[in-house]
C-alpha cells in the first residue's frame, strides 16, 4: 500500500530536549516536506527535499533542521524543542515536486511543556 | 509572493443545502497550481482536486465542483446537496510552477470548517 508514515503519532517533551520525528513514504518520490498546523493559520511548510541531501527552507524554518540521506526517509529534528513549536506536524511527498498531489502522512501532535 | 486566502473561517449548513467555499490567491507566474484538500475530524488530510492555470474548465466530481476564474483570481469549491460526511476542514493551495520541475512551496490558505448539521 502506497503510504507516508510518521512516527511517533504522539509525543509530549519537555524544553530544551531534542527530539526526531521520522517520515517515512514507500512510492519513490523525489519531493518530500514538512508542514505545521495551528489554528487559524493553516499548514505552513516548514521545510522541503526537492532529493536526496536536496533541502531547503520553507515559510517558518526556524527551529527545525531536516535531513535527506535516502530518498525514502525525511526526519525532522528539533535541536531545542520550546512550547511555541507546540503544534500537528505533516510530513508529505510527491512525484517530484510541490505541482504535484501531496501525499500527506497522519500528522504528529507534538506538546512541548 | 503567494498568497493564499480563505475568507470563510467557519460555515455552518443544514444538510441537503448547497454550500460555496471561497479561495482567492496571489501569485506573479501565469503558471501555477491549484488545489483543494480535505480533512475530516479523524484529521487526516485527503486530495481532493489539482488544476493548472491555462485550464479553466469547471470540474465536477459527483456533488462537487469547482469553480475556476483567473478574471478574479478565484478557485471556489461548491457541495451541492450537503451531507454530514461532508464535515470537514477544507484547505486551498497553490504552488507556482517555477521551472521545469523545480517547484518548491505549496502555500496553503488558512481553512474553511465547514459543519454539515443533520
Known amino acids: 500500500e502506497a503510504q507516508v508514515t510518521q512516527n511517533p503519532r504522539y509525543l509530549i517533551t519537555v524544553t530544551g530536549k531534542k527530539l526526531t520525528v521520522t517520515c517515512s513514504q514507500n512510492?519513490?518520490?523525489?519531493?518530500m516536506s514538512w508542514y505545521r498546523q495551528d489554528p487559524g493559520l493553516g499548514l505552513r511548510q516548514i521545510y522541503y527535499?526537492?532529493?536526496?541531501?536536496?533541502?531547503d527552507k520553507g515559510d517558518v524554518p526556524e527551529g527545525y533542521k531536516v535531513s535527506r540521506k535516502e530518498k525514502r526517509n525525511f526526519p525532522l529534528i528539533l535541536e531545542s524543542p520550546s512550547p511555541n513549536q507546540t503544534s500537528l506536524y505533516f510530513c508529505?511527498?510527491?512525484?517530484?515536486?510541490?505541482?504535484?498531489?501531496?501525499?500527506f502522512g497522519p500528522g504528529t501532535r507534538l506538546t512541548v511543556t | 509572493a503567494q498568497k493564499v486566502t480563505q475568507a470563510q473561517t467557519e460555515i455552518s449548513v443544514v444538510e441537503k443545502e448547497d454550500v460555496t467555499l471561497d479561495c482567492v490567491y496571489e501569485t506573479r507566474d501565469t503558471t501555477y497550481y491549484l488545489f483543494w484538500y480535505k480533512q475530516p475530524p479523524s484529521g487526516e488530510l485527503v486530495f481532493l482536486i489539482r488544476?493548472?492555470?491555462?485550464?479553466?474548465q469547471n470540474e465536477i466530481s459527483g456533488r462537487y465542483s469547482w469553480n475556476f476564474q483567473k478574471s478574479t483570481s478565484s478557485f471556489n469549491f461548491t457541495i451541492t446537496a450537503s451531507q454530514v460526511v461532508d464535515s470537514a476542514v477544507y484547505f486551498c493551495a497553490l504552488s507556482e510552477a517555477g521551472f521545469l520541475g523545480s517547484a518548491r512551496q505549496l502555500t496553503f490558505g488558512s481553512g474553511t470548517q465547514l459543519t454539515v448539521l443533520p
Open positions: 512510492m519513490n518520490h523525489e519531493y
Open positions: 508529505a511527498s510527491s512525484y517530484s515536486d510541490s505541482n504535484y498531489e501531496q501525499y
Open positions: 488544476r493548472n492555470s491555462f485550464d479553466e
Open positions: 527535499s526537492m532529493n536526496v541531501e536536496v533541502t
